[in-house]
């Protein structure tokens, strides 16, 4: 009868995230990092950083806008 469990949890905190976005239109490439910033807002995070650019394909014509964002913990 004493058996008893003990649950323990450990939560470790997101100090570094990276995410990287890509679309054929800056709009909704805007509009899904603007997301994912509300999102990590919630873990305590900020972004730190942001690269981007366009490449055209050669044989389309087609236009990809990509980005990485760098978040880091709020202090």
Not at 18 to 31: A, T
Request: no cysteine; proline share 1%; glycine share 4%.
């Amino acid at each position: 009868m004493g058996g008893e469990q003990v649950l323990e949890f450990k939560l470790d905190r997101i100090e570094d995230k990276i995410e990287f976005f890509e679309s054929d239109n800056l709009r909704k490439l805007e509009k899904s990092i603007d997301e994912q910033i509300e999102n990590n807002k919630v873990l305590l995070l900020s972004v730190h950083a942001v690269n981007h650019q366009v490449l055209i394909d050669p044989i389309s014509g087609r236009r990809v806008y990509s980005a990485v964002v760098h978040f880091k913990a709020k202090k």
